[in-house]
């Protein structure tokens, strides 16, 4: 499931764009991994890791409160949209559905939640689709207060042994399912909207002008 929850990008979206900074408004319940939230107002970012995995960070509206330290891995789309897009796992009816990735506007890779073992095994038999997972015992590291990345829990999270979990209930590694993103894929794949194509047709004016010289100078020659 596909949604954009209101997921709006803050006034300093420049400043934000590093972090990939969003807002995102629920109105029920959602499942991020190890916790439920409640309806309300969140702030999703990217925390700065120098660890080559995502780190991701869940706060409340006003940033005062951490709801969690996470795990993620890349998350591929086709086409990237100009808002915020939130994808969910589908879940029973009487369970609030669980967040399986998120995305930043204008960019084609997101980060795709990696969920305990146990939590993975029943979200990829539930979807039929394969779910990241990391050993259960971390799951307790997700929601310990971490004020830098070198906390002891963030820090055994950035080495966890990551897996991915069929529906068939096999494990396998992260390479066989997920794709790798490019080095450029943090990059926004459309240009800025202040961008423009003037130096662009004015090249192209150049070069024919050049290929017009030169023809001239060639079929005078062969007078």
Do not use: C
Not at 16 to 38: A, W, Y
Not at 92 to 116: L, T
Request: net charge neutral; charged share 20%.
């Amino acid at each position: 499931m596909v949604f954009s929850l209101l997921g709006a990008i803050l006034p300093q979206a420049k400043a934000d764009e590093g972090n990939q900074k969003i807002i995102f408004t629920f109105s029920g319940p959602v499942e991020i991994p190890g916790k439920v939230l409640p309806a309300g107002t969140y702030v999703f970012k990217l925390a700065d890791s120098e660890s080559d995995r995502d780190i991701v960070q869940v706060f409340s509206k006003d940033g005062n409160k951490l709801y969690g330290t996470f795990l993620a891995i890349p998350d591929y789309r086709m086409k990237p949209t100009g808002k915020a897009v939130l994808t969910f796992d589908e879940r029973a009816a009487d369970n609030p559905e669980a967040v399986k990735a998120w995305f930043y506007p204008g960019f084609n890779y997101g980060h795709e939640f990696v969920y305990p073992k146990a939590k993975a095994v029943e979200l990829a038999k539930a979807n039929n689709a394969p779910v990241p997972s990391m050993p259960d015992e971390l799951a307790a590291n997700t929601t310990k207060p971490a004020t830098t990345m070198k906390e002891p829990s963030v820090m055994a999270m950035k080495q966890a042994p990551l897996k991915v979990q069929k529906p068939n209930e096999e494990e396998v590694e992260v390479a066989e399912v997920f794709e790798t993103p490019p080095p450029a894929a943090s990059l926004p794949t459309k240009l800025p909207k202040t961008a423009s194509q003037l130096p662009i047709i004015g090249l192209i004016g150049l070069l024919s002008l050049g290929m017009a010289v030169s023809l001239r100078f060639a079929t005078a020659k062969t007078r």
